[in-house]
């Protein structure tokens, strides 16, 4: 089996993310506001949406990885990194692995995915589930609990094609499917039909080991566990414009799975203290196993609704939640939300409603965010969605609510401003950080370092940074 690029990086192979009609009405009415189209005209504000629902469903062509530094430096860690993953493409003598840090965030460390490429589709299909198909094509191999169909004498060592079903409608244990699936590539199974489907247990373990993705990004599967972190470099971006300080205490309000709290213990050197919440339990147990593996004392994660986090009793001396008003030094809200900027996203099965459902439940965090944090202490406000409601609508909402807040520059500042619509200022546009790929989606250019290119191919992502005066 051989492969080569097929098409220049960011061109569309996959259609634009498949939303609920209501659901894409109302985010075309959301980057078609008025507001916008005064700025820069129907036409273009067309195109930027066209451009966001088809880059929503392709995966950013970079791999981000947070670096440990509290551990080791940055150049000893990409020298390991470099290391283990060229024993992955030793077998490849035309595959060579290219590491790069980036030159506003310390501690980064950027790889290019190889995509897409032109592979060829066999008569052999396995079909996975939407989710499983989104991290294939960041470069993950296929785990047994996310096959719904196989061929029915499909056993180990056969080679066949992965197809990932968009609308989740293929039924489990199924031997075909026609219905709306994309492919994602090819790979070798490892283990039998019957190991998937015919037993009484949860299938686990590798089941198809990816061999020709249509994005090749190295697996990191075991691959320096302590030292190399996977993380959106969004994600990556809001640690650094927090900036926790060594002996503060800091609230991580809506935690899991812990990528955030642990960075901002890294970025203190472990000293201090972060309190991590969140409301279901067994994302705990994540956050706390993500803070062994770092190597961090400083973490401390109880499973608390964020939302009663603020104690009525002034004279409460426990140290878990509820706690006191003004009881952090730095708050991060990293809320939950529509998750409409995550990539890739073939499709979205979500209503109206559930979008909507957000806006309200940020604010009631929002609220015991303010209450917990010290005066001139620091509240940073961030998501994964794309929304005016989730982002720019709820700082505006934010600065009329709360007269003690005002909006603070960021650093570094890496992506767009924020987006017209929700009646801020421009200056006050100009202090929020906005990630947006749509800008930049068909402006693809080869001879552009890959890390600029990396601050526009991202996931889309919201910041915003307060002081409480």
């Given at each position: 089996m051989t492969e080569v690029l097929l098409f220049p990086q960011n061109m569309s192979i996959f259609p634009r993310i498949c939303l609920k009609p209501e659901v894409a009405e109302h985010l075309k009415s959301v980057f078609l506001n008025k507001e916008i189209l005064t700025a820069v005209g129907h036409q273009e504000a067309e195109h930027r949406f066209q451009n966001l629902l088809l880059c929503l469903s392709h995966p950013p062509l970079h791999t981000c990885v947070r670096a440990s530094t509290h551990l080791a430096p940055l150049e000893e860690i990409r020298s390991k990194l470099q290391e283990e993953l060229s024993e992955q493409t030793s077998s490849d003598s035309s595959a060579s692995v290219q590491i790069l840090s980036h030159p506003q965030v310390p501690d980064v460390l950027l790889l290019p995915v190889d995509g897409p490429r032109r592979v060829e589709q066999l008569s052999s299909e396995v079909v996975v589930g939407a989710q499983c198909g989104n991290a294939v094509l960041r470069g993950a191999h296929v785990f047994a609990p996310g096959i719904v169909a196989s061929p029915k004498y499909m056993k180990v060592g056969d080679v066949v094609s992965v197809f990932s079903d968009l609308e989740g409608r293929c039924t489990r244990g199924a031997l075909s499917f026609q219905g709306n699936k994309v492919f994602v590539g090819n790979g070798v199974a490892e283990m039998d039909r019957s190991s998937i489907f015919c037993t009484d247990e949860?299938?686990?373990?590798?089941?198809?080991?990816?061999?020709?993705?249509?994005?090749?990004?190295?697996?990191?599967?075991?691959?320096?566990?302590?030292l190399a972190f996977l993380q959106n470099f969004p994600s990556v971006v809001v640690g650094h414009v927090l900036g926790p300080r060594p002996g503060e205490r800091i609230l991580d309000m809506c935690a899991a799975p812990g990528g955030k709290t642990c960075h901002i213990a890294a970025l203190m050197g472990d000293q201090g203290e972060v309190v991590a919440l969140d409301r279901i339990r067994n994302k705990i147990a994540r956050i706390r196993q993500n803070a062994e593996t770092l190597q961090l004392q400083s973490i401390k994660a109880y499973c608390f609704n964020g939302i009663q986090a603020v104690s009525s009793d002034l004279t409460q001396q426990t140290q878990g939640p509820p706690f006191p008003p003004e009881s952090f030094d730095r708050v991060l809200l990293d809320a939950p939300c529509s998750g409409l900027g995550q990539r890739p996203t073939m499709a979205s099965t979500w209503s109206l409603k559930e979008i909507c459902s957000y806006p309200p439940l940020q604010r009631k965090l929002f609220h015991a965010a303010v209450r917990l944090l010290k005066k001139g202490g620091v509240l940073v406000y961030s998501t994964c969605t794309v929304t005016l409601a989730e982002n720019e609508e709820q700082v505006a909402w934010a600065l009329s609510s709360f007269p003690c807040l005002t909006l603070q520059q960021q650093e570094p500042h890496i992506g767009a401003e924020g987006m017209l619509g929700a009646g801020l200022s421009r200056e006050q546009l100009r202090l929020l950080q906005r990630f947006s790929p749509e800008l930049s989606w068909d402006q693809a250019d080869a001879s552009i370092p890959l890390q600029c290119r990396a601050d526009r191919d991202t996931i889309g992502f919201f910041i915003a940074k307060f002081l409480k005066s």
């Open positions: 949860h299938p686990r373990g590798l089941g198809v080991r990816m061999v020709e993705p249509l994005y090749r990004s190295p697996s990191f599967d075991g691959v320096l566990p302590s």
